[in-house]
């Protein structure tokens, strides 16, 4: 059973438009919500998160838009650049036993045309 | 500044051979964490530790053990090698409680049984 659901499996956009992936999730004791990047032969690395009190995070040309209520989140990417392509993951996380357990969605390849 | 090592990068195994994934960190981190990745799944969370001599299961954590006996290591190890085990691991490492402090993930170990 997947915990986070995320859609669309590949999206191609154009340079300069602009990306949105979305997440929807079922379980609300997920108190922090991050975006991971992955390019091919690497290992994923931390874009951007949200915590559920806040409806909008954006950092330079990254935005997090973030629903409780329906709980889904999503990723815009404005501007698109070439160098944006890559494999974009989102995550939900609880506290559990101690540790901070991330689930992720199942990807996002995302490839922006020049 | 390594980060997060993985070995080796790559892998072939016979079916029934046993191997060990050899994470390293360099961080001081606390928790630790072993996912695998697979197409259209997203990364699943196999085992992961809390700290020095403690390791728990995850979602998918059967076939696979893991000890965590420096806490600058964590091995994952496959007894008798499936099939079903082709994937990338991805070993990954946070500070601990409290979602100010990101995953940091290594590169990857390709594993392919045959």
């Known amino acids: 059973q997947q915990q986070v659901k995320q859609s669309p499996q590949s999206l191609i956009v154009q340079k300069g438009g602009i990306s949105i992936i979305n997440c929807a999730y079922e379980?609300?004791?997920?108190?922090?919500f991050p975006w991971y990047q992955q390019f091919p032969g690497k290992g994923p690395a931390l874009l951007i998160a949200?915590?559920?009190?806040?409806s909008e995070k954006k950092e330079g040309r990254f935005t997090i838009s973030f629903n409780k209520s329906a709980k889904q989140f999503s990723l815009h990417i404005m501007d698109s650049q070439p160098g944006d392509s890559a494999t974009y993951f989102c995550?939900?996380?609880?506290?559990?036993?101690?540790?901070?357990?991330?689930?992720f969605g199942q990807g996002t390849r995302l490839t922006i045309n020049p | 500044n390594a980060g997060v090592t993985q070995t080796p990068k790559f892998r072939v195994l016979k079916t029934g051979q046993s191997m060990t994934l050899l994470c390293a960190q360099d961080?001081?981190?606390?928790?630790m964490y072993w996912y695998r990745q697979d197409p259209g799944m997203g990364l699943r969370l196999i085992h992961y530790?809390?700290?020095?001599?403690?390791?728990a299961k995850g979602e998918v954590p059967d076939g696979y053990n893991v000890s965590r006996l420096k806490k600058q290591n964590f091995l994952l190890g496959l007894e008798s090698a499936a099939p079903s085990q082709t994937s990338v691991y991805f070993c990954?490492?946070?500070f601990g409680q409290g979602h100010n402090y990101g995953y940091t993930f290594g590169s990857g170990t390709r594993l392919t049984v045959v």
């Open positions: 990954a490492s946070s």
């Open positions: 379980n609300t004791a997920f108190d922090y």
């Open positions: 949200i915590r559920p009190d806040v």
């Open positions: 995550a939900a996380s609880e506290a559990f036993q101690g540790a901070q357990k991330l689930v």
């Open positions: 961080m001081n981190h606390e928790y």
């Open positions: 530790s809390v700290g020095e001599g403690t390791t």
